[in-house]
Every structure is written in C-alpha cells, then in structure tokens.
C-alpha cells in the first residue's frame, strides 16, 4: 500500500464549480499535513498547511480525519487560474522534516 | 521571501558524464532534500541533509550521491549519468524542528536529459 494514496484524475470541471479532491495516508504517527499546487512544468509550492480542526483559506477548505488517516480539499467557484496538478503531503512521524508526497491529482478547470 | 535557486534548469549529457547540480537556499533552513520526478511516480526523495556535512539516503540513492560543505549549498552528483536518471529534478529546503516548521520550498527543477 503507498504511503500517500490520491486519486490521480484527471478533474475536469467547469467553471464556478465546487470540486473536492481526497487523500488517504498510511502512517498513523504522521502528524503534519499539506496540500501543494502544481502547476505544469513548475516547481510544487505550499497550497495550505492542514489542521485537525480543519481550515478554511478563501475558496480553499482543507479537512484531517486521523480516525480515517484522510484529508481532504475542497475547492468552491473554481477559477480557470486553478487548474494544476494538487498534492496531498503528509510528514512520517519523528524523521524530522522528511514528508512524503502524494502523487497528484489533476485539475482542469474549463470556461 | 525564500528562495531556492537551481544551476541549471535545462541540462544535457551523455551516458557515462558525471554530473553535477546544485542548489542555493537563502533563508538559513538547516534541512535540504533532493528529489526527481518522473510521470506516473510522483515526487521520489534521492538524499536529504539535516545538517552541513549530513547526509541520508532517501528511497531512491542508488546512482547518485550529495554533498553539502556549507549551509546554503546542497549538491546532487550523478557519478556516471545513465539514461534512466533522465528527470526532473527537484532541489527543497525546509527548517529544522517539529510540527508546523516542515514547509518545503522548492527551487524551479532541472529537467535533465541523459542521451
């Protein structure tokens, strides 16, 4: 079983709508959570940390279920500008600082 | 603002050339990582650093091996480049501590062709 599991897509949506993209992670010492953005060709930059009590950033909302070892990222009114490859990553416990990524879901957001 | 500044972002060799990559941080982060991307694979980690002089093996370090003399210089060599290295590369730099201070910032990648 891969550490970080995403469904790779690809998402096409239209414009305007609501997307929720999911990640299942293996290690239950893991305490540390994040989704990336990757745009094509580019380097992945931090999207938003993701907190046990969950956080919302704008039209970005971001939910932890340790029970489940799930996160999740939800995406209102979807803008064209958001359209990227997103990344669930999740740190293993006490290898400080050592995380582990996720293999992507795609986004396709469509006028 | 951090930054993390790769060499090269486009680079070409033959099989058998040793390689070097590199890469500059400028925000004082004590931990490094080096990793390549491939479609269908993800993001796989080569070698990290925690500290100047450290090094670790990653999940994948066969081929390759780091060097890290300063801080801020984190180097990626390829010994004798061969065409299952041709990657993306991905050079990351995060602070050290717990919870909450794992952020990586990542430089531009070097898409490195190996003929």
């Known amino acids: 079983r891969k550490e970080v599991e995403q469904d790779p897509g690809p998402f096409n949506v239209p414009e305007g709508a609501t997307v929720a993209f999911n990640c299942t992670y293996s290690n239950s010492a893991s305490q540390s959570f994040f989704w990336y953005r990757q745009d094509c060709r580019k380097e992945p930059k931090l999207l938003m940390s993701v907190y046990s009590s969950g956080n919302e950033d704008g039209r970005f909302t971001a939910q932890l279920n340790r029970a489940s070892q799930y996160i999740s990222l939800l995406i209102r009114d979807s803008k064209l500008s958001d359209s990227a490859t997103y990344l669930c990553v999740v740190n293993i416990g006490n290898q400080g600082g050592k995380l582990i990524f996720g293999q992507g879901t795609e986004l396709s957001v469509k006028p | 603002d951090v930054k993390v500044t790769q060499s090269s972002r486009y680079l070409v060799k033959r099989t058998g050339e040793k390689v070097f990559l590199e890469c500059v941080q400028d925000?004082?982060?004590?931990?490094m990582f080096w990793y390549r991307q491939d479609p269908g694979l993800g993001l796989r980690l080569i070698y990290f650093?925690?500290?100047?002089?450290?090094?670790e093996k990653g999940d994948i370090p066969e081929g390759y091996s780091v060097s890290r003399e300063k801080k801020e210089r984190f180097s990626l060599i390829l010994e004798s480049a061969s065409t299952n290295q041709t990657s993306m590369y991905l050079c990351?730099?995060?602070?050290?501590?717990?919870?909450?201070?794992?952020?990586?910032?990542f430089g531009p990648g070097t898409r490195l062709l190996v003929l």
């Open positions: 650093s925690y500290d100047v002089k450290m090094k």
């Open positions: 990351a730099s995060s602070l050290a501590g717990g919870p909450g201070q794992e952020t990586q910032y």
């Open positions: 925000m004082d982060h004590e931990n």
